[in-house]
């Protein structure tokens, strides 16, 4: 499997609404980020689905190396 484009080494402050579905984009290619655009068509990578639970602030990954995708869990500091 390749390696996504970074998009930024940084995460994505999000305010999310409740029952929400969100799709993050995994390859790092869309206009949109952190969501996708559909810039993986034909590519080995798919958007991830987050369905918020709760209203707030969420903090989607910008490097794409996350372990906990979508969401970030610091994997930038070391890129």
């Not at 799709?23 to 790092?28: F, I, Q, R, S």
């Not at 869309?30 to 590519?43: E, I, L, N, R, Y």
């Not at 991830?48 to 910008?62: H, I, L, N, R, T």
Request: charged share 25%; glycine share 10%; net charge positive.
């Amino acid at each position: 499997m390749s390696e996504p484009v970074i998009a930024q080494k940084a995460p994505f402050p999000v305010e999310v609404e409740a029952g929400k579905t969100y799709y993050w984009c995994a390859c790092g290619k869309s206009a949109k980020q952190p969501f996708c655009d559909g810039s993986h068509k034909g590519g080995e990578f798919a958007p991830v689905a987050y369905k918020a639970e709760q209203d707030g602030k969420v903090w989607f990954c910008g490097c794409k190396h996350s372990a906990k995708k979508p969401l970030c869990d610091g994997s930038h500091k070391a890129l």
